[in-house]
Protein backbone atom coordinates (compact mmCIF):
# COMPACT_ATOMS: atom_id res chain seq x y z
CA UNK A 1 0.00 0.00 0.00
CA UNK A 2 1.78 3.01 -1.23
CA UNK A 3 -0.37 5.94 -0.53
CA UNK A 4 -0.15 8.58 -2.71
CA UNK A 5 2.63 8.55 -5.37
CA UNK A 6 4.34 11.44 -7.26
CA UNK A 7 6.64 11.55 -9.99
CA UNK A 8 9.07 13.32 -10.37
CA UNK A 9 10.51 14.18 -7.28
CA UNK A 10 12.48 16.79 -8.73
CA UNK A 11 12.74 19.09 -11.64
CA UNK A 12 14.66 22.08 -13.21
CA UNK A 13 12.89 23.77 -16.14
CA UNK A 14 13.88 26.66 -18.53
CA UNK A 15 11.25 29.32 -18.87
CA UNK A 16 8.87 28.14 -21.33
CA UNK A 17 9.19 24.56 -21.21
CA UNK A 18 6.43 22.43 -20.37
CA UNK A 19 5.70 19.60 -18.20
CA UNK A 20 3.29 17.05 -16.36
CA UNK A 21 3.40 16.00 -12.83
CA UNK A 22 2.07 12.99 -12.19
CA UNK A 23 0.14 11.71 -9.01
CA UNK A 24 -1.43 8.23 -8.56
CA UNK A 25 -3.18 6.94 -4.99
CA UNK A 26 -3.71 3.44 -4.34
CA UNK A 27 -6.74 4.56 -1.01
CA UNK A 28 -9.51 4.29 -3.92
CA UNK A 29 -10.41 7.97 -2.49
CA UNK A 30 -12.49 9.96 -4.44
CA UNK A 31 -11.08 13.33 -4.44
CA UNK A 32 -7.75 14.21 -5.53
CA UNK A 33 -5.78 17.95 -5.06
CA UNK A 34 -2.64 19.56 -6.09
CA UNK A 35 -1.13 22.29 -3.66
CA UNK A 36 1.83 24.36 -3.94
CA UNK A 37 3.91 25.36 -1.14
CA UNK A 38 6.29 28.16 -0.96
CA UNK A 39 7.94 30.24 2.29
CA UNK A 40 5.96 31.76 4.37
CA UNK A 41 2.64 30.93 2.09
CA UNK A 42 1.53 28.13 3.82
CA UNK A 43 -0.27 25.50 1.35
CA UNK A 44 -2.57 26.83 -1.81
CA UNK A 45 -4.45 25.12 -3.79
CA UNK A 46 -4.25 25.09 -6.96
CA UNK A 47 -6.86 22.82 -8.67
CA UNK A 48 -8.80 19.82 -7.30
CA UNK A 49 -11.09 17.10 -8.05
CA UNK A 50 -13.74 16.09 -6.13
CA UNK A 51 -14.73 12.68 -8.07
CA UNK A 52 -14.17 11.06 -11.20
CA UNK A 53 -14.50 12.98 -14.06
CA UNK A 54 -14.49 16.25 -12.79
CA UNK A 55 -12.02 19.00 -11.60
CA UNK A 56 -12.60 22.80 -10.40
CA UNK A 57 -10.28 25.97 -9.92
CA UNK A 58 -8.96 26.65 -6.26
CA UNK A 59 -7.09 29.63 -5.10
CA UNK A 60 -4.40 29.60 -7.64
CA UNK A 61 -5.07 27.66 -11.48
CA UNK A 62 -3.50 30.13 -13.16
CA UNK A 63 -0.97 28.98 -15.72
CA UNK A 64 -1.80 24.92 -14.76
CA UNK A 65 -3.88 22.65 -16.52
CA UNK A 66 -4.89 19.55 -14.72
CA UNK A 67 -6.60 15.94 -16.09
CA UNK A 68 -8.43 13.58 -13.51
CA UNK A 69 -7.47 9.92 -15.76
CA UNK A 70 -9.53 7.65 -13.68
CA UNK A 71 -10.28 7.22 -9.98
CA UNK A 72 -6.34 6.55 -8.92
CA UNK A 73 -4.19 9.12 -11.18
CA UNK A 74 -5.08 13.17 -11.23
CA UNK A 75 -1.62 14.89 -13.37
CA UNK A 76 -1.16 18.50 -13.14
CA UNK A 77 0.46 20.01 -16.23
CA UNK A 78 2.67 23.31 -16.27
CA UNK A 79 2.13 24.74 -20.04
CA UNK A 80 4.81 27.37 -20.48
CA UNK A 81 6.95 27.97 -17.07
CA UNK A 82 7.73 30.35 -15.42
CA UNK A 83 10.06 31.69 -12.78
CA UNK A 84 7.20 32.07 -10.40
CA UNK A 85 5.91 28.79 -10.37
CA UNK A 86 9.20 27.43 -8.94
CA UNK A 87 7.74 25.77 -5.73
CA UNK A 88 7.35 22.33 -4.32
CA UNK A 89 3.99 20.70 -5.46
CA UNK A 90 2.13 18.44 -3.48
CA UNK A 91 -0.90 16.10 -4.43
CA UNK A 92 -2.91 14.73 -2.37
CA UNK A 93 -6.19 12.64 -2.10
CA UNK A 94 -8.78 11.81 0.63
CA UNK A 95 -12.59 10.45 0.25
CA UNK A 96 -14.64 12.64 0.84
CA UNK A 97 -14.49 16.47 -0.77
CA UNK A 98 -12.56 18.96 0.85
CA UNK A 99 -11.77 19.41 4.37
CA UNK A 100 -14.32 17.07 5.76
CA UNK A 101 -11.99 14.10 5.59
CA UNK A 102 -8.59 13.35 6.04
CA UNK A 103 -5.88 14.50 3.41
CA UNK A 104 -3.19 12.18 2.76
CA UNK A 105 -0.33 13.64 0.93
CA UNK A 106 2.35 12.52 -1.28
CA UNK A 107 5.95 13.17 -0.89
CA UNK A 108 6.23 16.26 -3.17
CA UNK A 109 8.12 17.50 -6.46
CA UNK A 110 10.54 19.44 -6.01
CA UNK A 111 10.54 22.24 -9.60
CA UNK A 112 12.48 24.86 -10.24
CA UNK A 113 12.41 27.20 -12.79
CA UNK A 114 14.74 29.44 -13.91
CA UNK B 1 -5.16 40.09 5.86
CA UNK B 2 -5.00 36.59 5.44
CA UNK B 3 -8.21 34.53 7.16
CA UNK B 4 -5.70 32.08 9.07
CA UNK B 5 -2.13 33.77 10.98
CA UNK B 6 0.36 31.32 11.81
CA UNK B 7 3.97 32.44 13.01
CA UNK B 8 6.59 30.76 10.88
CA UNK B 9 9.22 30.72 13.75
CA UNK B 10 11.31 29.29 13.85
CA UNK B 11 10.33 27.99 17.65
CA UNK B 12 13.35 26.40 19.17
CA UNK B 13 12.53 24.80 22.77
CA UNK B 14 15.15 22.15 24.59
CA UNK B 15 14.03 18.71 25.00
CA UNK B 16 11.28 17.67 27.57
CA UNK B 17 9.78 20.98 27.17
CA UNK B 18 6.22 21.85 26.90
CA UNK B 19 5.12 23.37 23.44
CA UNK B 20 2.60 26.09 22.79
CA UNK B 21 1.59 26.46 18.89
CA UNK B 22 -1.06 28.77 17.92
CA UNK B 23 -3.42 30.40 15.28
CA UNK B 24 -5.04 32.65 14.82
CA UNK B 25 -8.17 33.01 12.42
CA UNK B 26 -10.93 35.95 11.30
CA UNK B 27 -13.78 33.98 9.68
CA UNK B 28 -16.51 33.43 12.53
CA UNK B 29 -17.85 30.59 10.43
CA UNK B 30 -14.91 28.01 10.71
CA UNK B 31 -16.12 25.29 12.47
CA UNK B 32 -13.56 22.51 12.13
CA UNK B 33 -10.17 22.54 13.02
CA UNK B 34 -7.17 20.64 12.25
CA UNK B 35 -3.36 20.44 12.77
CA UNK B 36 -0.98 18.61 10.47
CA UNK B 37 2.61 17.63 11.07
CA UNK B 38 5.26 17.66 8.66
CA UNK B 39 8.71 16.59 9.07
CA UNK B 40 11.40 18.10 6.42
CA UNK B 41 11.11 16.95 2.67
CA UNK B 42 7.90 15.08 3.27
CA UNK B 43 4.13 16.18 2.72
CA UNK B 44 2.41 16.77 5.68
CA UNK B 45 0.27 14.04 7.88
CA UNK B 46 -3.47 14.85 9.94
CA UNK B 47 -2.33 15.19 13.34
CA UNK B 48 -5.27 16.44 15.22
CA UNK B 49 -8.81 17.28 14.00
CA UNK B 50 -11.59 19.37 16.14
CA UNK B 51 -15.02 20.34 15.87
CA UNK B 52 -15.70 22.21 18.75
CA UNK B 53 -14.43 24.67 21.06
CA UNK B 54 -12.94 23.07 24.21
CA UNK B 55 -9.94 20.33 24.93
CA UNK B 56 -9.05 17.20 22.69
CA UNK B 57 -6.63 14.93 23.98
CA UNK B 58 -4.01 12.49 22.05
CA UNK B 59 -1.05 10.70 23.65
CA UNK B 60 1.04 13.69 24.49
CA UNK B 61 -0.96 15.86 22.38
CA UNK B 62 -3.57 18.32 23.17
CA UNK B 63 -5.74 20.75 20.47
CA UNK B 64 -7.79 23.12 21.90
CA UNK B 65 -9.95 25.44 20.15
CA UNK B 66 -11.40 28.87 21.51
CA UNK B 67 -14.07 30.17 19.03
CA UNK B 68 -15.16 33.15 20.89
CA UNK B 69 -11.08 34.59 20.52
CA UNK B 70 -10.94 33.40 17.22
CA UNK B 71 -8.03 31.13 18.35
CA UNK B 72 -6.77 27.77 18.39
CA UNK B 73 -3.57 25.81 20.25
CA UNK B 74 -1.93 22.63 19.58
CA UNK B 75 0.63 22.04 23.47
CA UNK B 76 3.01 18.97 22.95
CA UNK B 77 3.91 17.74 26.50
CA UNK B 78 7.74 16.24 27.13
CA UNK B 79 8.49 17.50 23.43
CA UNK B 80 11.22 15.26 22.04
CA UNK B 81 13.78 15.34 18.91
CA UNK B 82 11.25 13.40 16.94
CA UNK B 83 9.01 16.38 17.30
CA UNK B 84 10.98 18.73 15.34
CA UNK B 85 8.59 19.54 12.14
CA UNK B 86 6.49 22.36 10.93
CA UNK B 87 3.19 21.77 12.31
CA UNK B 88 0.16 23.88 9.90
CA UNK B 89 -3.26 24.61 10.73
CA UNK B 90 -6.16 24.22 8.60
CA UNK B 91 -10.06 25.11 9.18
CA UNK B 92 -12.98 24.43 7.02
CA UNK B 93 -14.95 27.14 5.61
CA UNK B 94 -18.51 26.95 4.69
CA UNK B 95 -18.03 25.26 1.56
CA UNK B 96 -15.85 22.62 2.97
CA UNK B 97 -12.45 23.84 1.67
CA UNK B 98 -9.14 23.76 3.90
CA UNK B 99 -7.82 27.39 4.24
CA UNK B 100 -3.94 26.70 5.45
CA UNK B 101 -2.23 28.49 7.92
CA UNK B 102 1.67 29.15 6.37
CA UNK B 103 3.28 26.85 9.48
CA UNK B 104 5.06 26.93 12.42
CA UNK B 105 8.77 25.70 12.54
CA UNK B 106 9.64 23.64 15.32
CA UNK B 107 12.94 22.78 16.89
CA UNK B 108 13.58 20.51 19.74
CA UNK B 109 17.13 20.40 20.79
CA UNK B 110 18.25 17.16 22.30
Known amino acids: NAGVTQTPKFQVLKTGQSMTLQCAQD?????MYWYRQDPGMGLRLIYY???????DKGEVPNGYNVSRLNKREFSLRLESAAPSQTSVYFC?????????????FGPGTRLTVL | QKEVEQDPGPLSVPEGAIVSLNCTYS??????FMWYRQYSRKGPELLMY??SSGNKEDGRFTAQVDKSSKYISLFIRDSQPSDSATYLC??????????WGAGTKLIIKP
Open chain 2, 50 to 51: TY
Open chain 1, 92 to 104: ASSDLAGGRDTQY
Open chain 1, 27 to 31: MNHNS
Open chain 2, 27 to 32: NSAFQY
Open chain 1, 49 to 55: SASEGTT
Open chain 2, 90 to 99: AMIDSNYQLI
